[in-house]
């Protein structure tokens, strides 16, 4: 509690700061008004820059990753309302909806609602939970209108971001406090709940910016296919603020968030939650000209049900990175960091931890150089060191090789060993919360590795069409399951496999005021028990994916005031439990009413009355046509 109210504190008066400094405040350079498509061509929209594949900033068409990019304008232009609906844009992210706020979301696969595959950051800030190596996206929120765009690397990423960046990194990217300055509220609303939020900026004397927000979410319950209503209605607030600095010396970024949800009795559809965090980071150069970078992060949350989780976490964690002065022709850069947490749970019916408590700590160095041979080849070879509490010293190693056959079409091709290291689910579990049990922790629990292969294309075909593909081997080992014929069944590593697959998007700039886009994601996974044995659960437990998705996407500027943007998406069915396959549109028609105020209408689901997403047909949530009012005022 001490540390939650020095959190609510620090928040206090940077915003204090802040409300100071605004009286300065200049014109809001972002807002929720209409933007053309003419704004950003696709050649621009190729060149966008990116961090989250070489550590380094670099174009889109040269990142050697398969990497889609959800803008701040993509966002804006859709009928997301949440977090996980803007990650439905990606075409390489499987995202379906369990409870009214429940998600199940993953890269190339392995998707269930505590998936572990998949690494996932806000502003350099890691949200997955030392519990399952996974995200609780109910506890994770961001202001969307703050966002300025999402980096979704399908694929390893663990020679930089470490072991659980096995199947993907999702890189939630904020605006500068200078880029959010005036003042901005927008409501959004159903009948079934929304989304309220509000911002303003302003100067931090000659060289700094904050802004401070408040949102605010609420959701009503779902329904089973019978037509009874699902305990997983809820609420959850929660307020920010951020400052830079910049000056000759460097640069400086604070930042925090404090958040509350969830009523008492809570339910494990509705967990009471609670937590914050404080991040700082500095950039600078040494006196040779080489630039490095310093951030710490405080993290602190809680999440209590009466059936299956009373859990509190603290994490603390120091990153630091540098990019020498290399040799012509080399760009170098190597960090290393730590990172210590303390993880408790209490025992509930259905859930015990042995021990009940559990210091964890991590600590990696890497490396990574990127060379260019000669006018088109450009090789990166980097690998990662990384030790963690349950399994020693890991080896991240990846080799990435890109031809650049025009600078707007680039062929690349990669390979990678990377690992999900165990978390307290695979060692310290018990089910149910006393003995007899049905599930026990897995003393030798290892990590699971995979060894991924991948190439790629990005290009530019004519002016107005761009495009990626990618085809990707996942070679898997020691992947969770019970022993079979055991009891209690033991967490172990007894499953084995690969999967094989492809990704492929393109925008088409098919007039001035009309784009189309669209992305296709295939995918074939063989898993089997290494040990001969066979058993019917733990292979289905392990995720249930489609085999192929794809969505279309229109974008219309229906003259200089409104637009009007269209996204049908399609999913395979789901085998066990057996989801039939869906298919949705969702709309978004936005009018700019005056230059500081607009409307828009959402539609999610528009010509489907319900459907289900995730989860068994008796006990799913029917995700039900949804119609949203949203309102925007910048000030």
């Known amino acids: 509690m001490k540390t939650h109210r020095a959190l609510v504190s620090s928040l206090a008066v940077a915003g204090m700061l802040a409300i100071a400094g605004g009286a300065a405040w200049a014109q809001a350079q972002t807002a929720v008004a209409a933007n053309s498509l003419a704004d950003l061509s696709l050649e621009q929209l190729s060149n966008i820059e990116v961090t989250s594949v070489s550590g380094r900033a670099e174009s889109l068409r040269d990142a050697a990753a398969s990497i889609f990019v959800i803008t701040s304008d993509d966002i804006r232009r859709s009928a997301a309302v949440s977090l996980p609906d803007a990650l439905r844009l990606a075409p390489n992210l499987q995202v379906a909806q369990s409870s009214a706020g429940g998600y199940a979301i993953s890269a190339r696969g392995f998707n269930n609602e505590i998936s572990n595959k998949l690494l ?61 300055q005036g003042g901005l509220a927008t409501v959004t609303r159903s009948r079934s709940g929304g989304r309220e939020a509000a911002r303003w900026g302003g100067r931090l004397g000659e060289e700094g910016h904050g802004r401070i927000y408040a949102l605010a979410t609420d959701r009503g319950a779902t329904r089973l296919a019978s037509g009874a209503q699902r305990p997983d209605a809820g609420s959850r607030r929660q307020l920010g603020a951020r400052a830079d600095w910049t000056s000759g010396r460097g640069s400086l970024t604070v930042q925090g968030d404090v958040y509350e949800g969830g009523d008492d009795p809570a339910d494990f559809l509705s967990a009471r939650l609670r937590g914050g965090n404080l991040l700082a980071r500095w950039s600078s150069k040494l006196a040779d000209g080489s630039a490095y970078k310093l951030q710490a992060y405080y993290d602190t949350a809680s999440r209590s049900d009466a059936l ?21 022709g080399h760009a170098l850069l190597w960090g290393a960091g730590y990172r210590r947490g303390r993880d408790a749970n209490d025992p509930t019916p259905l859930v015990l931890f042995v021990p009940n408590e559990r210091q964890l700590s991590w600590a990696n160095i890497f490396v990574q150089d990127q060379v260019r041979l000669g006018e088109h080849w450009r090789v990166t070879l980097g690998a990662k060191l990384e030790r963690n509490s349950y399994t020693g010293v890991e080896f991240l190693p990846n080799l990435r090789v890109s031809y650049e056959h025009s600078p707007s079409n680039t062929t690349w091709a990669s390979l990678s060993r990377v690992v999900r290291a165990p978390a307290r689910l695979d060692r310290d579990f018990y089910f149910p919360g006393a003995p007899p049990f049905l599930i026990a922790g897995g003393a030798n ?11 790629g294309h990005r290009g530019q075909m004519t002016p107005d069409l761009t495009y990626s593909v990618t085809a990707f081997r996942q070679d898997y080992k020691g992947l969770r399951a019970g022993i079979p ?28 005021h009309w784009r189309l886009s669209g992305g296709l994601f295939a995918m074939r996974k063989s898993l089997q028990f290494a040990s001969g044995f066979s058993d019917d659960t733990s292979v289905p437990n392990l995720g249930n994916d489609p085999r192929h998705q794809w969505n279309l996407r ?57 459907h289900v997403e995730f989860n068994a047909a008796g006990v799913a949530s029917q995700i039900e046509r949804r119609f949203f009012l949203r309102l925007g005022w910048q000030l």
């Open 120 to 180: 996932v950051l806000i502003d350099g800030r890691a949200i997955y939970s030392a519990l399952f190596a996974g995200v609780f996206w109910d506890s994770n929120d961001v202001m969307l209108e703050d966002v300025e765009r999402i980096e979704v690397i399908s694929g390893p990423g663990g020679t930089l971001w470490g072991a659980n960046a096995v199947n993907g990194v999702i890189n939630i990217i904020t605006r500068s406090a200078a880029d959010t």
């Open 445 to 455: 629990f290892r990590s699971e590795t995979a060894n991924v292969a991948e190439i």
């Open 308 to 328: 299956v989780f009373k859990n509190r976490a603290q994490t603390m964690d120091l990153q630091f990175s540098h990019e020498p002065v290399a040799a012509a």
């Open 485 to 512: 014929g055991s009891m209690p069944a033991i967490v172990s590593n007894e499953i084995d496999g690969h999967s094989t697959g492809l990704e492929a998007w393109a925008q088409y700039q098919a007039a001035s």
């Open 554 to 610: 229109s974008s219309w500027d229906l003259g200089s005031r409104s637009q009007l943007d269209v996204m049908v998406r399609r999913v395979g069915a789901l085998p066990v439990p057996a989801v039939p396959a869906y298919t949705a549109v969702d709309a978004n028609f936005g009018w700019k009413v005056t230059p500081s105020f607009t409307v828009a209408v959402l539609a999610q689901n528009l010509f489907d009355r319900r």
